[in-house]
């Protein structure tokens, strides 16, 4: 049985990563969804250069306790601002 998800949060002891939510509102409209994974595009460097590197983190952890718990990602939730505004959290 799979689940659908929109964003995930910390999985075990694992400590993730923490953006601004003014961060994440910048760079929903530059993340995608492929072959069940976040993506964040390159054009989201021109938004938030110094928080850019901290996205790709919480997007990779994200895609990995979307893998391991065998869930799937909506792709209709994909609205603008509404997207991954609860990465970290």
């Given at each position: 049985m799979?689940?659908?998800?929109?964003?995930?949060t910390?999985?075990?002891?694992?400590?993730?990563?923490?953006?601004?939510?003014s961060?994440?509102?910048?760079?929903?409209?530059?993340?995608?969804?492929?072959?069940?994974h976040?993506?964040l595009?390159?054009?989201?460097?021109r938004?938030?250069?110094?928080?850019?590197?901290?996205?790709?983190?919480?997007?990779?952890q994200?895609?990995v306790?979307?893998?391991?718990?065998g869930?799937?990602?909506?792709?209709?939730?994909?609205?603008?601002?509404r997207?991954?505004?609860?990465?970290?959290?």
């Amino acid at each position: 049985m799979t689940s659908t998800v929109q964003a995930s949060t910390t999985e075990g002891s694992q400590t993730q990563p923490k953006l601004s939510l003014s961060a994440k509102k910048k760079l929903d409209p530059y993340v995608t969804v492929k072959n069940n994974h976040y993506v964040l595009g390159e054009n989201a460097k021109r938004v938030v250069s110094e928080e850019y590197n901290v996205a790709k983190q919480v997007i990779a952890q994200t895609n990995v306790t979307v893998e391991n718990s065998g869930s799937v990602i909506n792709k209709d939730i994909n609205l603008r601002g509404r997207h991954l505004i609860g990465w970290g959290c």
